[in-house]
């Protein structure tokens, strides 16, 4: 008599699938905001991490209160600099296991008023060491036959930000979504893993001073489903899905996290 087929396959434990422990991570822009919780959530698992930015007390009082972190100062608007990350990764490490893109900045300036110099910058930030610095780590990881690279866009790489203005952000966010399908696709059947997060409005630095009562707060509280801001703790799981082998099979995807902003 036939039947359906029973999976008998063994069933990981929910630590173990999503573990990152021993695992060497570069997270950059790593001095505040959801970079800094990237890397200390990476470190509270047992992640190697190279914790990357501009500011250097920042970092080393994140790796004084996390001894699995290591301070990595550089700008990465600087070409020269970006080589030199994942040299010091490979050097500390041995090798490179997931990279998070998270480095970069938005500004508000309607689009007839941003001069070109600064949308050009704004790409070189947002996209293109992002571009850079995954094709870098990228190396190491296809000799290994194994890695994941996270890049950190927003919901407003998917829709538009009106009626806050930022068309060079809202650009650079949109390429770095399709630049993850591309190199997902790129990989996929060299075992390195390429997808982004796009979360929605998070207390951040870039989001000071948008609470309830002031420019651009009750817009986002108004017209976000769950009528909050989200708190950083609430991307710590897509972090580690993405980081472990619990995403095995996911490359090339944009996953939003943003209290059903982008389902509206």
């Given at each position: 008599?036939?039947g ?16 990152v ?21 990476l470190?509270a ?57 998270n ?16 949308f050009?910058?704004m ?8 571009f ?11 000799d ?68 309830a009562?002031k ?50």
């Open positions: 008599m036939g359906a087929s029973v999976d008998a396959s063994p069933v990981t434990p929910a630590p173990d699938l999503f573990s422990a021993d695992r060497a991570a570069i997270v950059t822009g790593a001095s505040s905001g959801l970079g800094q919780r990237f890397a200390r959530v470190a698992n047992g992640a190697r991490v190279l914790a990357v930015a501009r500011r250097t007390d920042r970092l080393e009082a994140l790796a004084a209160e996390w001894p699995g972190i290591v301070p990595c100062t550089a700008d990465l608007a600087d070409e020269a600099a970006r080589a030199g990350v994942i040299d010091t990764a490979v050097a500390e490490f041995g090798g490179v296991d997931v990279l998070v893109n480095a970069g900045y938005g500004n508000v300036v309607p689009a007839l008023d941003e001069p070109i110099a600064s050009r910058a790409l070189e930030l947002n996209l293109v060491a992002a850079e610095l995954a094709r870098l780590a990228a190396r190491p990881m296809l290994a036959r194994r890695g994941s690279i996270i890049n950190i866009s927003s919901v407003l790489g998917l829709v538009a930000a009106t009626p806050i203005p930022g068309s060079s952000y809202a650009a650079s966010k949109g390429a770095l979504i399709n630049l993850t399908r591309q190199l997902g696709c790129e990989w996929a059947r060299k075992g390195v893993r390429v997808n982004a997060i796009a979360p929605g409005f998070f207390p951040t630095e870039a989001t000071e001073g948008m609470e009562g420019p651009g707060g009750d817009f986002v509280l108004q017209n976000c489903p769950m009528g909050r801001f989200g708190e950083p703790h609430e991307l710590d799981g897509i972090l580690l899905y993405l980081a472990s082998d619990a995403s095995t099979y996911c490359t090339g995807q944009t996953i939003t996290i943003d209290g059903g902003w982008t389902a509206r």
